[in-house]
């Protein structure tokens, strides 16, 4: 796959999660979140080894891409698998958003 085609892919979920932020379907907005940096990165490590990755699951492509610090932290944040009430508030959905939006930003920058 070309490795644009996931970024684009990558804009286009966080552009998703923030029109559905944007209207309170939080539960949407997150998912769409989720599914932008999981292709954030899938880019990155595409960048970083040349290849396409043999796994799907975002936090071993994580511990394989080994990014830095903020942006593993930020990885975490969002791949966390309880995220208390993080589908029904707008202050949790808001946040993951931003972290998903950074994430976005260091993949582009590569």
Excluded: W
Excluded at 75 to 94: D, E, F, I, Q, W
Aim: glycine share 0%.
């Amino acid at each position: 796959m070309d490795p644009k085609e996931v970024l684009n892919e990558a804009e286009t979920r966080l552009r998703d999660s923030k029109e559905n932020f944007d209207s309170t379907n939080y539960y949407a907005s997150f998912f769409y979140c989720l599914q932008s940096v999981e292709n954030s990165l899938k880019y990155i490590y595409i960048k970083k080894y040349k290849k396409e990755p043999k796994t799907k699951d975002a936090a071993h492509l994580l511990r394989l891409i080994d990014p830095p610090q903020n942006i593993k932290y930020l990885c975490n944040k969002v791949l966390h698998p309880y995220h208390p009430n993080r589908y029904h508030t707008s202050t949790t959905a808001g946040e993951l958003l931003e972290a998903a939006k950074e994430i976005f930003s260091y993949a582009k920058s590569l």
